[in-house]
């Protein structure tokens, strides 16, 4: 167990939807990170937080948004849904922004139909 | 920009056989190199890290060096076993500025029996 927990696991949509994940990082991480692991782009780099406030974007689109709460509690917000956008999605927690591993959740499986 | 280039997959040995994965990378700095491990329907799960040049990252019987004259962390492990089985993704980190953990894009290792 990494100490981050992701919810829902498994989820299905219909295009168009908009739908909310939900990330608790370790406890005492300051940092969270969310990517995105699809069959054919591997494992892409969304967003980072870093207590409360945005550090570094990568490719994440403008439909999709993230915010990190007072309690380090981060939600990937995923809007106006594509088939596309069905793909595994992972968030991660590390201590700081210094050279430390991250440690991921398992994931949350989304399904657009 | 910083970047980690895997050997593509997948990688099919028998039980008891070998393995190395090739990793390189470029980084601005001097990056922290890690490799993570993928178990099917699980989130990655840190194998082992080194954090400077000429530093061996060892755990369950896999090893990597970090080699800074040739960018490389490649992953060995001298007797892989049924288990092993999962997808290794090497990945490198950068004290301060905009840190983002970056990940090649995994190597997926298949073992029979």
């Known amino acids: 167990d990494s100490g981050v927990t992701q919810t829902p696991k498994h989820l299905i949509t219909a295009t168009g939807q908009r739908v909310t994940l939900r990330c608790s990082p370790r406890s005492g991480d300051l940092s969270v990170y969310w990517y995105q692991q699809s069959l054919d782009q591997g494992l892409q780099f969304l967003i980072q937080y870093y207590n409360g406030e945005e550090r570094a974007k990568g490719n994440i689109l403008e439909r999709f948004s993230a915010q990190q709460f007072p309690d380090l509690h981060s939600e990937l917000n995923l809007s106006s849904l594509e088939l596309g956008d069905s793909a595994l999605y992972f968030c991660?927690?590390?201590?700081?922004?210094?050279?430390?591993?991250?440690?991921f959740g398992q994931g949350t499986r989304l399904t657009v139909v | 920009g910083d970047s980690v280039t895997q050997m593509e997959g997948p990688v099919t040995l028998s039980e008891e056989a070998f393995l190395t994965i090739n990793c390189t990378y470029t980084?601005?700095?001097?990056?922290?190199l890690f490799w993570y491990v993928q178990y099917p329907g699980e989130g990655l799960q840190l194998l082992l890290k080194?954090?400077?040049?000429?530093d061996k990252g060892s755990n369950k019987g896999f090893e990597a060096t970090y080699r800074k004259e040739t960018t490389s962390f490649h992953l060995e492990k001298g007797s892989v076993q049924v288990s092993d089985s999962a997808v290794y993704f090497c990945?490198?980190?950068?004290?301060?500025?905009?840190?983002?953990?970056?990940f090649g894009r995994g190597t997926s290792l298949i073992v029979h029996p």
């Open positions: 990945a490198l980190t950068l004290s301060g500025g905009s840190y983002i953990p970056t």
């Open positions: 980084a601005t700095g001097y990056p922290s």
């Open positions: 991660a927690s590390s201590v700081s922004q210094g050279n430390t591993e991250a440690f």
């Open positions: 080194a954090t400077k040049a000429d």
